[in-house]
């Protein structure tokens, strides 16, 4: 089977990633678990080969000098992949993500689609989207661009590494740069993004201190700013940002950050009842004056209390959403309390249900 036939395969099947390394058959993701196969074992000469085929004389030559890089793979009319290339005991291996050609739209990822919307129509400010690794952050955001995309009369530019999705010009004209293809990095790319008459700022993810930096300048100089970040949730996001930055700048960039935010949306990949798929349950936090005070004030603990009793401006924790997934039946109660912030107080609301309360 060659590559492009195993990658037909991943689409076909539904499989997420797909991992490779030297001496070992090859493993895939399905449905969030890790699933062997019945492959022969991968020699690291074919592993380097796999790899070389994936990549232009440029890239060759980074991955050569950084041991590590990520790089898109597109078949036509099939696919996109996202590729991570890095090196392990000396030799090269490969993750491989499935990014489909065609971006959904948010009832389609049985998302919020109405609090969603209503951060998306937002003119100016910070919205961040919060998970995991293969929580489908970039997906949710690329599904709000294109929300954006085809509702409102823009100038987007995005800086992302690399490009996932491609979008195409609707109501909204849109410039999307490739690290490593387009700029040389991201710090050069956002230092430079303002001068490029933006209305809508998107970077692909907030990594560093500079990309963060970048990004709540963008978002308080009157432009809405789009980003992923690698966090378990709401609260974590506020204080992974503060965090960032330098001890004596931190009550500062908390009143920055307060005057800044629209909205947070962290979500998580739950099994379903039935176990043939995943759902995502959701947090979502809006920046309302009371939450603005709050990250302003560095009175972090009590913001995951305004967002329980925030339901009126479409604001609920992952416990409220899991309670909501497992009252419906559509995950079971011991995945519920897995994937739950407190699994005490979910235990309590959950024996509710089971007594009809």
Avoid: W
Avoid at 9 to 26: R, W
Avoid at 29 to 51: C, Q, W, Y
Avoid at 236 to 252: E, F, G, K, M
Avoid at 309 to 316: K, L, P, S, V
């Amino acid at each position: 089977m060659n590559v492009n036939e195993l990658l037909q395969l991943m689409v076909k099947k539904g499989i997420s990633d797909i991992h490779f390394k030297a001496d070992s058959a090859p493993l895939l993701r399905m449905n969030g678990k890790l699933v062997p196969t019945e492959f022969d074992r991968f020699s690291s000469k074919h592993i380097e080969e796999l790899a070389n085929s994936f990549m232009n004389g440029e890239q060759k030559k980074v991955f050569e000098n950084e041991n590590e890089l990520d790089i898109a793979y597109s078949i036509d009319e099939l696919s996109r992949f996202r590729i991570n290339m890095y090196r392990q005991r000396g030799s090269t291996a490969l993750t491989l993500r499935v990014v489909p050609l065609d971006v959904k739209k948010l009832e389609e990822l049985n998302l919020p689609a109405e609090a969603l919307r209503k951060l998306a129509a937002e003119s100016r400010g910070l919205i961040l989207i919060a998970g995991v690794t293969g929580a489908g952050k970039t997906t949710t955001m690329n599904s709000i661009l294109n929300y954006i995309n085809e509702n409102f009369q823009y100038n987007i530019v995005t800086v992302e590494d690399p490009i996932e999705y491609y979008h195409k010009d609707r109501k909204s004209s849109i410039s999307q740069r490739e690290v490593g293809v387009d700029t040389k990095s991201y710090a050069r790319a956002l230092k430079y993004v303002l001068r490029q008459d933006p209305d809508v700022v998107v970077i692909g993810e907030m990594r560093d201190y500079e990309a963060m930096s970048a990004g709540i300048t963008a978002a308080e100089t009157g432009h809405l700013v789009l980003s992923t970040i690698h966090t378990m949730d709401a609260v974590q996001t506020i204080d992974r940002l503060v965090d960032s930055y330098p001890p004596h700048q931190q009550a500062s960039v908390r009143s920055q950050l307060g005057n800044v935010i629209k909205g947070i949306v962290a979500q998580r990949l739950i099994t379903t009842k039935d176990g043939n798929g995943r759902v995502p349950a959701t947090e979502i936090l809006i920046g309302t004056s009371l939450i603005r005070k709050l990250i302003s004030e560095g009175k972090i603990s009590e913001v995951y209390k305004a967002m329980e009793q925030g339901a009126y401006y479409g604001m609920h924790t992952f416990d409220n959403d899991l309670f909501e997934l497992c009252k419906k039946g559509v995950i079971s109660a011991e995945e519920a309390l897995d994937k739950s912030t407190n699994p005490d107080d979910l235990t309590l609301k959950l024996k509710g249900i089971e007594r009809g309360e």
